[in-house]
């Protein structure tokens, strides 16, 4: 499953911002190392793999392009 949050959109995506994604983001890591689970299994270890490092010019959308956590 692939997970994240856009730093920057175009303006129909109001939501995509550097403030939320930094939000979604460090709130993401907090998860991961107080041990949450997910709501349907709490006591589950959660494993996480960083899907993109850095922004990628060449992918489709505004959104899509920045996704990145740099």
Not at 23 to 32: P, Q
């Amino acid at each position: 499953m692939e997970t994240g949050w856009p730093s920057k959109s175009d303006k129909i995506e109001t939501r995509a911002s550097l403030e939320n994604a930094a939000a979604y983001n460090s709130n993401l890591i907090k998860r991961v190392l107080t041990g949450g689970g997910t709501p349907l299994q709490p006591q589950a270890n959660l494993t996480v793999f960083m899907f993109a490092l850095f922004n990628e010019n060449k992918k489709g959308g505004p959104s899509g392009r920045n996704y990145g956590l740099f």
